[in-house]
C-alpha cells in the first residue's frame, strides 16, 4: 500500500522557517502527476498551499503564502519539501501532503483543489507563536 509520510512540524516564533517533508513509501514521488500540500486550521476548512507538477516541476502556491513558501522535489531521496520562510501566527495549522497519480484533463488549478488528490499522509502540526 502507498503511503506519504510528513514530517518536520513543530512550533517556531513568527518570523522563523521549518521545512516540512514529504516521503513515499512503496511508490516512486516521480510516477505521480502532481503533489500537493494543504493545511486545516481548528474550525476552519482545508486549504491548498502549495503545489507541484512533478513531470515538468512547475509550482502554485496560494496567495497567503506566496513569496515566502516554496515547494521543491528530490527524486533521490523520493521526497518532496515545503520550505516556509517567514512563519506567522495565522499559519498555524496541521500539514498534509497529498499526491495524484494523474487526472484527464490536468491543469495547474488542480493542485490546490483538495478533492483532486488519491494519497494523503497523515498530517504533521506546525505552530506559529506571536
Known amino acids: 500500500q502507498v503511503q506519504l509520510v510528513e514530517s518536520g512540524g513543530g512550533s517556531v516564533q513568527a518570523g522563523g522557517s521549518l521545512r516540512l517533508s514529504c516521503a513515499a513509501s512503496r511508490y516512486t514521488v516521480s510516477n505521480f502527476m502532481y503533489l500537493g500540500w494543504f493545511r486545516q486550521a481548528p474550525g476552519k476548512e482545508r486549504e491548498g498551499v502549495a503545489g507541484?507538477?512533478?513531470?515538468?516541476?512547475?509550482?502554485t502556491y496560494a496567495d497567503s503564502v506566496k513569496g515566502r513558501f516554496t515547494t521543491s522535489q528530490d527524486n533521490a531521496k523520493n521526497t518532496v519539501y515545503l520550505q516556509m520562510n517567514s512563519l506567522k501566527p495565522e499559519d498555524t495549522a496541521m500539514y498534509y501532503c497529498?499526491?495524484?497519480?494523474?487526472?484527464?484533463?490536468?491543469?495547474?488549478?488542480?493542485?490546490?483543489?483538495?478533492?483532486?488528490?488519491?494519497?494523503w499522509g497523515q498530517g504533521t502540526q506546525v505552530t506559529v507563536s506571536s
Open positions: 497529498a499526491a495524484s497519480y494523474g487526472r484527464v484533463g490536468f491543469d495547474m488549478t488542480y493542485l490546490l483543489l483538495p478533492y483532486k488528490y488519491d494519497i
Open positions: 507541484i507538477y512533478i513531470g515538468g516541476g512547475r509550482t
